[in-house]
């Protein structure tokens, strides 16, 4: 008799393990799935959307390294703004900082405090208000030397802004590129949740996809180095960061809040012995969803427009 309990026992114990194996595995699939679903809510809401209010902050931080030699370079970029989407009309405060650095200049205790920093810039040095009444068409100003403020075409600026006039396009997640990011790596996602919030996050290898990566990064950071120096990626490191806000008005939604697209790549180029490794972050906060239904030019930029400029 105690022979056949025992059994029983065993047997009860398989049982119970196994179905508790298999609703672990059942949650666990029913979160990923849900994790899923609300990635591409929001890559679709941003996608689908006639208007945005933003805020991204970007930066781009390379090193360089031959033998004993380094040059470090980085850029930060962030905007506030307006943008309708069709026709492409935009409205933005934009504030700017670069340098370029290298130790054959005097710059090593520079650099290896730029690198024991370990994030971005903190502030921009140069500040900027753009308006742009159509795609690949727009205006600038800055202050001048009477302390007022000159509007010109935004080319114009070339060699008193540096590095203005290269600016792209706000990219705010509306983008085709940012939509087929999030849609490779849907169901490799993880969730997690608060009372106000759904938090979502991928973290990992990248190289499979670097037409993906790549495409993105094109949108945001000048992309020449990266394409040029592709074949020499040794690794490829992509995180994605999407947060949705739970709101209930009458009926309960999830709202796009921010996104956060982080790109770490090593290279190491076999004929020329250089090596290099880039760290590129982008943070989207997303303000108002279609609450834009006009964006009307300043009154400096009406006159230029009236002038045929």
Not at 39 to 52: E, G, K, R
Not at 122 to 128: M, N, S
Not at 153 to 161: A, Q
Not at 243 to 269: M, Q, R, W
Request: negative net charge; proline residues 3%; aromatic residues 12%.
């Amino acid at each position: 008799m105690k022979h056949i309990r025992k059994l029983c026992l065993a047997f009860l114990t398989v049982v119970l393990a196994f179905s508790l194996n298999a609703c672990q595995s059942e949650s666990s699939s029913s979160s990923k799935k849900e994790a899923a679903e609300e990635v591409m809510t929001f890559a679709q809401i941003l996608h689908d959307a006639n208007s945005l209010n933003y805020e991204t902050h970007m930066y781009s931080k390379y090193l360089d390294k031959y033998k004993t030699t380094r040059t470090y370079n980085y850029i930060m970029l962030s905007r506030y703004g307006e943008i309708i989407f069709e026709p492409q009309i935009y409205l933005e405060k934009l504030f700017h900082r670069d340098r370029k650095l290298d130790d054959s200049k005097g710059d090593k205790e520079t650099i290896d405090e730029f690198l024991r920093m370990g994030g971005e810039p903190h502030y921009g040095r140069l500040t900027v208000t753009n308006y742009s009444p159509s795609k690949g068409v727009s205006y600038s100003n800055s202050s001048n030397i009477n302390g007022g403020m000159t509007w010109m075409r935004t080319p114009d600026w070339k060699y008193k802004l540096v590095g203005i006039y290269e600016e792209k396009d706000p990219e705010v997640g509306h983008s085709d590129e940012f939509y087929n990011l999030c849609k490779a790596y849907v169901d490799k996602f993880t969730r997690v949740e608060d009372n106000q919030f759904v938090f979502l996050e991928f973290k990992g290898d990248a190289k499979d996809n670097i037409d993906l990566v790549s495409a993105f990064r094109s949108l945001i950071f000048d992309n020449e180095d990266f394409e040029k120096e592709r074949d020499n990626i040794t690794s490829l490191d992509l995180q994605l960061q999407i947060v949705l806000e739970k709101t209930e008005n009458g009926e309960y939604k999830l709202i796009p809040n921010e996104a956060k697209v982080v790109i770490k790549s090593t290279f190491e180029n076999k004929e020329t012995k250089i090596k290099m490794s880039t760290i590129d972050q982008y943070q989207l906060y997303i303000m108002g969803i279609n609450q834009v239904s006009e964006i009307i030019a300043p009154d400096p930029v009406k006159e230029l427009m009236a002038q045929g400029k």
